[in-house]
């Protein structure tokens, strides 16, 4: 779900002539990402490709695609959100495209497990910052697939090759019944966990209710603010996403639960719509916050629970501490060995920023699009890092579907920072180290049974940074 924000003007262009280098209709291929768009009229067609594979991905009215599209020559640009997306035309029809899969096609075991491995090889970036020696992998898992194999087995063996990649952005998923086989498998080898159990949210919470003394918070689960005394503010920020407003009616809420009805709703929304309101979503909001705390000396900005979301989102918070639009970062894809043109990334300013000292608290539960905030704070000089090194997970998600219909990701884009540092599995480091457990639920257990102790640590920390920086 995470995207990075380019700031370029574009203007949608559908030309009804007949010159076919302005048509949108046709094959068009990506840049870096290993799809093939196919456009007629009003229509679309998304394929993942790969050397022996042309899959069907998403389909549907052009304008749910993108609506931001331009031409440049024979290059299409679409703009899905805040993240560019470029497309060389095909002057030929791809024969794989044209090739519809029987059932028993789609379901060969050895051919997905060849259009997973192909899409790694091609598309997954971290090889060498991993030490993976994918001809040994493809080699070692590769031999233990055959026409019999079942779905079940593939998954694991599919599984299994995402665990070695150590790659925070992975996932598989495959179909109920394949879940519901391996649950049946499982039953006997569970063991009960007597532990507590914490959520990012609920920690979150905890931890919200104990800093702040004078809580302002109003309308919003999503972020909890206030003073702890007449200088001192408080900011506690929970996600980088769900401040959409999507008009959801609470029929459906109460049918499928608030955040998978959520998902459903924006994915019936062409994505640069549901991007931008969830921009505006949060731009209100933090207006208010900006507003409640503007008379602060200092601010605690606590990001430490945040799993992340939308890049969009972080760099429109972030925005509230900047006077100036300033780089903060670049990102290119990998593909075939090859790295895609860097294309800068920006941080926009606002006109009453928040320009006073800013505490940022930072942990390795920091991931993703709130990894891209604690990056683009590194160009902040008044924002100072306290606690752990983030996750390291601040590439994209590539997402791909196999012919059986399963969906997995990787991760296929490089981010660094100014100084060509990428930040990928070693995550953005604290100015000042807290040293929390790499253990999720071993750091929201300490925190949770000692709530007024990590207050009083950050305090403390605080008041001798302040003291050497005079």
Known sequence: MKYCVYILSFFILFSCNDNTENSLDGYWESIGYGNILFIKKDSYTLYNSTEISCTPYKQGDLSKFSTDIQIKNDTLITKKGTSLYYYQRLHTTPKLCNSILNEQQKNDPVFNFEVFAKTIEKHYAFFELNQLNWSYLYSKYRSKINAQTSNVELYMVLDDILNEMNDNHTYLEATDDVYKQI??????????????????????????????????????????????????????IKSMWLYADLKIPETFIKEHGYVDAY????????????????????????????????????????????????????????????????????????????????VPIYLNASSNAYLNPVYLLISQQTGSAAEMFAMASLELPHVTRIGSHTTGATSDALEKRLPNGWLFSISNEIYKDLNGTIYENTGVPANYELHYPEDRQTFFRKIANNLEEDKLQILKTIENLQTTDN
Do not use: C
């Open 183 to 236: 649950e049946s498998l499982n039953q006997d080898s569970e063991i009960t966990e007597t532990l507590p159990e914490y959520g990012d949210f609920q920690i979150a919470e905890m931890i919200g209710n104990t800093f702040i003394e004078k809580n302002l918070t109003k309308d919003s689960w999503l972020m909890q603010w206030g003073t702890l005394n007449d200088t001192i503010g408080y900011l506690q």
């Open 263 to 342: 998902i459903e709703t924006f994915n019936k929304i062409p994505e640069s719509d549901y991007i931008e309101k969830e921009r505006k979503g949060v731009t209100t909001l933090m207006n208010t916050v900006m507003n409640d705390l503007k008379d602060t000396k200092l601010m605690i900005v606590d990001v430490r629970f945040n799993g992340g979301g939308q890049d969009a989102v972080s760099l429109e918070i972030l925005r509230h501490f900047n006077d100036r639009r300033k780089k903060i970062a670049t990102k290119s894809a990998f593909y075939s060995h090859n790295y895609s043109p860097e």
